[in-house]
């Protein structure tokens, strides 16, 4: 009987196949590690970004909410002509998102007869605030015969 042990060869390795491959998996290791940690900085950047232009957005619809909604207490008025012409102010001045006294906004509105009649009112309601240094301001314009009109 013949021995056939001594010609059969164990799996080879594909790392092993003439040559001296010492260090290769520590390299893949390495470079595996500087994608992930590429991918980790553009995940974390990605978020730093959606959380600040979240908060601009909110802060935004805040303000024009404040707008909308002094642009629509003067457009009530029952008799549109009693509106007299001239630049306002909030007296709760800064007031927080809901109109109370103590936020950021300070709103002011602007009522001009623009036909010189007393039939219709400009009425120009401005909300402005200060963040991270920049001066910011939603504006909102209408034309209203009073009556929610």
């Known amino acids: 009987m013949k021995n056939f042990s001594s010609n059969v060869?164990?799996?080879?390795?594909?790392?092993?196949?003439g040559r001296n491959n010492n260090g290769y998996l520590m390299l893949e290791i390495l470079m595996a590690v500087?994608?992930?940690s590429v991918g980790l900085l553009a995940v974390g950047s990605l978020i730093v970004?959606?959380?600040?232009?979240?908060?601009t957005?909110?802060?935004i619809t805040q303000a024009t909410m404040l707008a909308a909604e002094q642009l629509q207490?003067?457009?009530?008025?029952p008799n549109i002509a009693t509106l007299a012409t001239g630049?306002?102010?909030?007296s709760n001045n800064p007031i927080g998102h809901q109109g109370n006294p103590g936020g950021i906004y300070n709103r002011s509105w602007t009522v001009s007869d623009p036909l010189l009649n007393t039939t219709s009112?400009?009425?120009?309601v401005r909300v402005s605030w200060n963040r991270l240094g920049q001066n910011r301001a939603v504006e909102l314009?209408?034309?209203?015969r009073g009556n929610g009109t």
């Open 9 to 17: 060869q164990g799996p080879r390795s594909r790392y092993s196949i």
């Open 34 to 36: 500087a994608i992930f």
């Open 49 to 55: 970004s959606t959380t600040r232009n979240n908060t």
């Open 57 to 59: 957005g909110n802060i």
């Open 73 to 77: 207490n003067l457009k009530d008025t």
């Open 87 to 90: 630049t306002y102010t909030d």
């Open 121 to 124: 009112r400009r009425i120009q």
């Open 141 to 144: 314009t209408t034309i209203t």
